[in-house]
């Protein structure tokens, strides 16, 4: 059975920064693209940043890409998303996801496995 866990995430004050992970389980890792998503109160699950399945190519969502990198380490079946210069504006869920598909897509119905999500709070 397939299972994404995100782990990293908490309280910080605007400006910090967080590492968050996804270990997955359950499924051949490096056959599947992966991104992050996040979802804030009130709004719709936005597409953050994704990557390739052997980390080659990354996919960028309308902003972010100055502060946020995703990166995965294939052997330890894990994505990760740096987060840098964080603002209150980034408070929100943050998920993975895992995708079949070669090109990955920014829209949630592109991936077939979703964690839990790990919730980041920025204080002001």
């Known amino acids: 059975q397939a299972q994404l866990v995100e782990s990293g995430g908490g309280l910080v004050q605007a400006g910090d920064s967080l590492q968050l992970s996804c270990a997955a389980s359950?499924?051949?890792?490096?056959?599947?693209?992966m991104a992050w998503f996040r979802q804030a109160p009130g709004k719709e699950r936005e597409f953050v940043q994704g990557?390739?399945?052997?980390?080659?190519?990354?996919y960028y969502g309308d902003s972010l890409k100055d502060r946020f990198t995703i990166s995965r380490d294939n052997a330890k079946k894990t994505v990760y998303l740096q987060t840098n210069s964080l603002k209150p504006e980034d408070t929100a869920v943050y998920y993975c996801?895992?995708?079949?598909?070669?090109?990955?897509?920014?829209?949630?119905?592109?991936?077939?496995?979703w964690g839990q999500g790990t919730r980041v709070t920025v204080s002001s």
């Open positions: 996801a895992a995708s079949t598909k070669h090109y990955l897509t920014s829209s949630v119905a592109g991936y077939i496995y």
């Open positions: 359950g499924l051949a890792f490096s056959s599947y693209g």
């Open positions: 990557i390739s399945r052997d980390g080659s190519t990354t």
